[in-house]
């Protein structure tokens, strides 16, 4: 299927959608809801002696958060990523940069995703899809877009469905894992491998660190769907194709839990559907290292920095909160509490 729209073009169709349409899963939950935790009524804990702080991939975080990849490449998209840029530096954690093809392929683009001059210190993700790695880019592509934009590791992107359901979608992803590896064998920095919604299974993470990624973020379902997404933006029969996809997927809990097996001591982010620190804390009591979030933060940054900044601490509160009901002071306790409780099976 040739390209219809331009990329520009699609990334703002991409934000209007996310920002104004109901593109959640249908018929399909993240599975945080098939857990909770025994409450903990004397946990022999200060509330103001919890502590959030952690490190990912050698760099230090004051709130275990991830700004999941989002956005890009347009005057809006680089608007939404000053703001989450901004809050990130202000707040302590990590952020993700959205897709950065236009910025390989345009140095004028590639501005659009600078931020770092807006976050100094944050630990920062370039972002790619892997399936670009099948059109000719190869590990010096990777690196340059990490050079152009700081970044202090890059993200492969696997998103198969969705690039089946887009109009202008790419469709080789044979072969892929050997040019992974070869990025990760060759980039000066680590390299993370997503989804962008579907989530990682057991044998893709056991490929995924065959091929010596650095770490993974299941992306799980139960959140923004992807194929939702594309329903809006295609001819009325690419619509429907689109929407039998809506409850596909792994849910972000299972994914997490399967990942953790698959790759007891290999760094794990968990997204997909988080939308509180009691999400997040469920989470990190699932094996998880680092909580991405995305749908709740791009309402926010569409607003102000501040907004970003508010929606952030709410969840820091929260996390803070579930820790301390728990009884557990730092995360490695959080990770290794027997009081998260499976109330139903999936």
């Known amino acids: 299927m040739e390209n219809q729209t331009p990329i520009g073009e699609r990334k703002l169709q991409h934000i209007e959608i996310n920002l104004t349409k109901d593109v959640a899963g249908k018929g399909i939950t993240s599975g945080f809801e098939r857990y909770r935790f025994k409450?903990?009524?004397?946990?022999?804990?200060?509330?103001e002696d919890v502590d959030t702080q952690t490190t990912f991939l050698g760099y230090a975080l004051r709130v275990p958060l991830l700004v999941s990849s989002m956005t890009g490449g347009t005057a809006e998209g680089a608007r939404i990523n000053k703001n989450l840029a901004l809050a990130a530096q202000r707040q302590g954690v990590a952020m993700g940069l959205g897709s950065g093809r236009m910025a390989v392929e345009s140095v004028a683009a590639s501005?659009?995703?600078?931020?770092?001059?807006?976050?100094?210190?944050?630990l920062l993700f370039a972002n790619l899809g892997a399936v670009q790695l099948n059109y000719g880019y190869t590990a010096t592509h990777c690196q340059q877009l990490v050079d152009r934009l700081e970044a202090n590791a890059l993200i492969l992107h696997l998103n198969p469905l969705q690039e089946a359901v887009q109009p202008e979608g790419d469709h080789r992803f044979q072969g892929l894992l050997d040019k992974i590896a070869r990025v990760c064998d060759e980039l000066s920095?680590?390299?993370v491998v997503k989804e962008v919604g579907w989530g990682l299974s057991k044998d893709v993470i056991s490929g995924l660190l065959k091929?010596?990624?650095a770490a993974v973020d299941v992306a799980g379902a139960g959140g923004t769907s992807w194929s939702e997404v594309e329903r809006y933006r295609g001819t009325f029969e690419q619509g429907m194709v689109a929407q039998a996809f809506a409850d596909w997927g792994i849910p972000t809990a299972q994914a997490l839990v399967e990942a953790r097996?698959?790759?007891?001591?290999?760094?794990?982010?968990?997204?997909?559907?988080v939308h509180s620190g009691v999400d997040a804390a469920k989470c990190f009591a699932?094996?998880?290292?680092?909580v991405g979030m995305a749908s709740v933060l791009l309402k926010a940054a569409v607003e102000s920095e501040d907004k970003v900044v508010e929606a952030m601490r709410i969840f820091e509160?929260?996390?803070?909160?579930?820790?301390?009901?728990?009884g557990a002071s730092t995360l490695g306790a959080l990770k290794t509490t027997n009081r998260l409780v499976c109330v139903a099976e999936p």
């Not at 409450?39 to 509330?47: M, Q, R, S, V, Y």
């Not at 097996?261 to 559907?273: F, T």
């Not at 699932?286 to 680092?290: Q, R, S, T, V, W």
């Open 39 to 47: 409450h903990l009524a004397l946990p022999e804990l200060n509330l």
């Open 111 to 122: 501005e659009y995703f600078a931020i770092r001059k807006y976050a100094p210190d944050i």
């Open 189 to 191: 920095v680590p390299v």
């Open 211 to 213: 091929a010596g990624v």
């Open 261 to 273: 097996q698959a790759a007891p001591q290999l760094p794990i982010v968990a997204s997909g559907g």
């Open 286 to 290: 699932l094996g998880a290292d680092l």
């Open 317 to 326: 509160q929260q996390l803070r909160i579930a820790m301390f009901a728990v």
